[in-house]
């Protein structure tokens, strides 16, 4: 639910809630190692850690509300991560639940079929064993794909030492979205003389979202920038610099200062692959991260981003996915006719059959939340407004996990600036499916 939160889909929180609900992405207070070192010998059974592992570092990478995150090393010298569940995460998640039911059941009875749905996806979260298997297959699907191999990576899980509380899996060199933006932001603050928060309001204040493209021209700019300023001043110190040395200058070759300015991380192009990404598993594959917030996103060494955490994958089967995908080419066409058509065979039906309804239904939960589609209202007035207009009498529970990534995709990219339209970037695999199928629509 912090998570969600988090997100802050269809901007409905104040920007203070916001920040303090980031650390359930991966910053929750964690436990001490010492605890940490216990759980892990009781698990494996084993009176050390040093048992199977050479190394654990003492500080988590990451520390979630369900368990948290360690380097490690393998006794072969494998750079790995440890995931650990807390002995009572579990019991816990599973009372939040019951309230949050009741709660339901009281004040908001529209959202207990969408609850019914996630609630059952989220206690797979809590079975380690079967996250090393999601890894596996997600990685399968992706990490030997000549399209996917150079832009993403999916950490390879020991599923050897894999149980319902432990998972191994690769260790990936890079940091996480957040942490990279964070660094990242804070150079280019201190390049121009401003404190951070200097630079962000600025940022705000000149309202520039640039495409994909134009931070690629951007860099190149600023690298050919670089490059004749660095020339011009090499030419310059291996030639005038000689008469400084002569007159006493200790530091002669270097006159003129040599640049190397800090480039604006591509957030537009990382956001386009996240979305494409998630997209190519939810029509392509029919298994995807149900859960893809920040705190799951890295930017490696290498220039690739790390896809991590699997404990929330979804799995679509192909008749859904297909009728899935009509619907997202009906929303790049903006065929209204069709929408309306399409989201009542995919299972929706409601008391009046009201096709204003159908076809807000298609464009709120599988497009984006827009005031153009939500008439203004946030997403839960909006999706309150949709029941009491007219009452679902049979809802498409089948589809509340994309909806969910959907959602979860829009919130990523309005926390940094920008809108999602899922039938844009989506739109490619949808017709791919269709045309590997042979459905013509």
Known sequence: MGQMGAAN?????????????????????????????EIICREY?????????????????????????????????????????????????????LLTRKFCEMAQPEHLAYLDEMEAQFLTEFDYALEALNLEEIGNNLNENPYWKDKV?????????????????DYLQGHKLITALYTNFTALARERGQTLDEFIEEQKR????????????IEFQIKLRD???????????????????VLGHEKANEI???????????????????????????????????????????????????????????????????????LMIYLYRDDTEMIVEQVGKMGLKTKHNDPWIFERVGRFYFDCDSPEVTDGMNMLLFMEYLEKRDPSTVKADDYVFPARLRMLISGLHWSLGYTFRASQSWNRWAQKLLDDHGVVV
């Open 9 to 37: 889909i269809g901007n409905m929180y104040p920007d203070s809630w916001v920040k303090a609900l980031r650390k359930f992405e991966d910053d929750c207070p964690y436990e001490p190692i010492e605890k940490i070192h």
């Open 45 to 97: 059974k084993i009176q050390s850690v040093y048992d199977l592992f050479d190394e654990i570092g003492e500080k988590p990478l990451g520390a979630a509300s369900i368990g948290q995150t360690h380097y490690a090393k393998l006794k072969n010298g494998k750079e790995v991560v440890i995931k650990i569940q807390y002995p009572d995460a579990e019991q816990l998640f599973r009372g939040d639940l």
């Open 153 to 169: 990576v999916i950490p390879k899980p020991y599923k050897e030492f894999c149980t319902k509380n432990c998972l191994v899996m």
């Open 206 to 217: 000149l309202n520039f979202h640039p495409s994909a493209q134009q931070l690629k021209r």
């Open 227 to 245: 490059f004749l300023w660095n020339s011009l001043a090499f030419c310059f110190n291996h030639s005038m610099g000689y008469l400084f040395a």
């Open 256 to 326: 003129v200062q040599y640049k190397q300015s800090v480039v604006p991380l591509n957030i537009k192009y990382i956001l386009d692959l996240v979305a494409s990404v998630h997209g190519y598993e939810l029509f392509i594959d029919g298994a995807f991260n149900g859960d893809p917030h920040p705190g799951n996103i890295l930017v490696l060494d290498d220039g690739r981003l790390g896809l991590i955490d699997y404990g929330q994958v979804k799995h679509l089967s192909l008749d859904k996915r297909i009728e899935l995908a009509k």
